[in-house]
C-alpha cells in the first residue's frame, strides 16, 4: 500500500495480483471514496499464486510461484509504466509458499522458506541485491 498526497489529501494506493486479475484500488480518505482500476497481467504468471513479492518504489518484483507447477521465474511489473518484463535469471530451484523481504540498509532481497516442486517445506534463504533486478534502483 502507498500513500500518495496530493494538494494535502490523503489517498492511498494498493495494487492486488490473484491469477489472472490485477487492480489498483485507490482510496480517498477525505471523500471516504474508493476507486478501481485494472492492470494487465503478464500471460505467464495469470496461473500463478503462492509467489513471493516485493515493491521497491515504482517496480513489484515477483518470485516463483504455483500454477500448474511449481516456478522458478521471476517477474517485474513497472507501477507507472504498467509494463511486465520477464527475467531470463531464475531461482536456483523451484520455489512457492515463500516470502520476500526489502532491507532498505543495504539494498537486499531475502527470499525465505517456502516449498519446493515436490511440495516439500524447505528452509531456503536466497539473498540477492536489488541493482541486480533494476538498475534504476541503485
Keep these: 500500500m502507498m500513500k500518495i498526497n496530493q494538494k494535502n489529501q490523503q489517498n492511498y494506493q494498493m495494487l492486488l495480483f490473484c491469477y489472472e486479475t490485477g487492480l489498483s484500488i485507490e482510496y480517498d480518505e ?9 492492470l494487465p497481467v503478464c500471460h505467464d504468471i495469470k496461473s500463478f ?12 518484483l515477483f518470485f516463483g510461484g504455483n500454477g500448474n507447477e511449481v516456478s522458478k521465474s521471476m517477474y ?9 518484463m520477464i527475467f531470463k535469471n ?15 540498509e ?33
Design 30 to 38: 477525505d471523500n471516504n471514496t474508493f476507486q478501481f482500476h485494472q
Design 76 to 84: 517485474k511489473y513497472s507501477i507507472r509504466k504498467n509494463k511486465w
Design 90 to 104: 531464475t531461482l536456483p530451484s523451484p520455489l512457492c509458499n515463500c516470502v520476500a523481504i526489502l532491507n532498505e
Design 106 to 138: 543495504d539494498n537486499d532481497i531475502h527470499i525465505i522458506g517456502g516449498a519446493n516442486d515436490k511440495n516439500i517445506k524447505v528452509s531456503t534463504h536466497m539473498k540477492t541485491k536489488v541493482r541486480i533486478w533494476d538498475p534504476l534502483q541503485l
Design 49 to 60: 499464486f503462492q509467489y513471493a513479492y516485493v515493491c521497491i518504489n515504482d517496480i513489484i
